[in-house]
């Protein structure tokens, strides 16, 4: 009896949500038509988080920006999802101890990681604009608490690892086929391939970014032990496509990202010495400043511009001379460096680049594409940015997370034996190297896109990091 009152009120309560739906929707107001997804994620968010995390995951290459569409800067629906995971892990950490491993805790990236957000609080006390400073903030934590923290939980089941990588890359394979769609009916000139990937992406540099990260994930899927004929088949299909959409970006810069990660996994894969490396380096910067005059003549001579024609359009990659993007891109740079000789210490404050850049450009630097009033974006550098924001120590904590995170995930490749575990340390290293190079030309992490693959597949190589200490492998193989 009890179960029939409670089914018809069930029924009652269905169809009066219909009606009032119905009767608001002929209105035209619409915001009740989420309540059924809201109820479900307020449900996952109780009794499955992991299965949440994963549906982020998906969601995060098909997320629309509301700043886009007239309304605030916030990517539907992974944001609002992750902050309230956040909102439960900060709950779970207040009334639970033991949330995660102590080895997490004491692990150097995670340290690093600490460090990065805590010099960015402080830089919000003395921030030109302590508003956006906050804000931006407040947006590091969701993806850094969710997509790191969280997510080393998530990858306790290395079957979560493969699933993060999978769902990412066939949600951004449905965005690879809309965009090659829209991009066709130009003949795939290189003009419209700045924007036909919208509104998914706001524009082709960064669509090229994540296509260049999840390549390397396509090429060890191809070759993943275990898996059926039919899923690495499916594996080669989206492999192609992502390479085929990264061809058709026209993103230079994601293009010599993806080679300098076909570098440093040859360095590996023939163990090549670290001093060796390094030696390799510092002659190289010698050489760069011995014969500086001789490059920079050289560099002003090539006149290719971006265009349809692939191969001019690399070989345009060079010039400093004409092309309007690289010399916007040196622009940006040098104004960087003047607000940083302004505010070494601290900075202007997190995520006011954009509105303090304007009166830092000196007259020589200004392109056909400059504004006079800086709305033109970011500093186009992961390590510039924050130079300008946060001073010097914001940027030296980016690179030695960078720093951190290459020695343990190149340690962590070189001892694991071949196998599951080393392709998925393989697929998160690379994609991450791409990043880290690309990050020298451009700057996508306050973006969900870039910062659900860059903290997620970092924490994949903690947790794996945790998993297979050197001492046990050292025992295993002899």
């Known amino acids: 009896m009890l179960r029939a009152l409670k089914a018809e009120r069930v029924l009652w309560a269905c169809l009066l949500f219909v ?5 608001l929707v002929a209105n035209e107001v619409y915001w009740l038509s989420a309540l059924p997804a809201v109820l479900l994620c307020a449900w996952a968010l109780v009794a499955r988080v992991d299965r949440l995390m994963l549906f982020v995951v998906f969601c995060t290459p098909l997320s629309v920006n509301l700043e886009d569409l007239g309304g605030i ?8 999802l992750m902050v309230a995971i956040m909102l439960l892990f900060f709950l779970k950490l207040a009334m639970e101890r033991n949330v995660f491993e102590a080895a997490v805790w004491k692990h150097p990236v995670t340290w690093a990681i600490c460090a990065h957000l805590i010099w960015i609080a402080v830089c919000c006390i003395p921030s030109t604009d ?3 400073s906050v804000k931006f903030l407040t947006a590091r934590l969701w993806f850094v608490v969710v997509m790191y923290f969280v ?4 990858f306790e089941d290395t079957t979560n690892m493969q699933r993060f990588f999978w769902l990412y890359m066939i949600a951004l394979s449905i965005v690879v086929v809309y965009t090659l769609v829209n991009h066709a009916q130009h003949g795939f000139a290189q003009d419209p391939a700045h924007w036909v990937m919208s509104p998914f992406f706001k524009d082709h540099t960064s669509y090229g970014a994540i296509l260049a990260f999840m390549i390397p994930f396509g090429v060890v899927s191809v070759r993943m032990p275990g898996w059926s004929r039919t899923r690495k088949g499916v594996a080669l299909l989206l ?17 010599v990202s993806l080679v300098a990660a076909i570098g440093v996994f040859l360095i590996m894969k023939w163990r090549v010495p670290g001093w060796l490396v390094g030696a390799g380096a510092a002659a190289s910067l010698v050489g760069y400043f011995i014969y500086q005059d001789q490059l920079t003549m050289t560099l002003e001579r090539n006149r290719d511009e971006s265009s349809d024609d692939l191969a001019e359009h690399v070989s345009s990659i060079g010039n400093i001379s004409s092309d309007a993007s690289n010399l916007e891109r040196l622009n940006r740079w040098n104004s960087a460096v003047r607000m940083f000789a302004e505010r070494p210490v601290f900075g202007f404050g997190p995520g ?12 020589s630097d200004r392109t056909i594409i400059s504004t006079n009033f800086g709305s033109g974006g970011n500093a186009h550098s992961e390590y510039l940015g924050p130079m300008a924001e946060q001073g010097l120590l914001g940027m030296l904590l980016i690179v030695i997370l960078v720093a951190v ?11 694991l034996p071949h196998g599951l575990d080393r392709m998925l340390v393989g697929a998160a290293f690379f994609g991450l190297v791409t990043y880290y190079v690309h990050g020298v030309l451009n700057n996508y992490l306050d973006t969900d896109k870039a910062s659900v693959l860059f903290w997620g597949s970092t924490a994949m190589i903690v947790v794996l990091d945790i998993r297979h200490p050197k001492r046990t492998v050292d025992e295993r193989t002899t």
């Open 19 to 23: 009606v009032v739906n119905g009767i």
């Open 73 to 80: 800067g916030m990517y539907l629906p992974t944001e609002p």
């Open 130 to 132: 302590p508003l956006v």
């Open 151 to 154: 997510a080393t939980k998530l």
């Open 239 to 255: 492999l192609i496509l992502v390479s085929a959409g990264l061809v058709f970006s026209y993103t230079r810069a994601a293009w």
């Open 352 to 363: 006011t680049y954009m509105f303090e850049y304007a009166p830092f450009q000196a007259s």
């Open 405 to 415: 995170v290459c020695n343990t995930a190149v340690r962590l490749w070189l001892r």
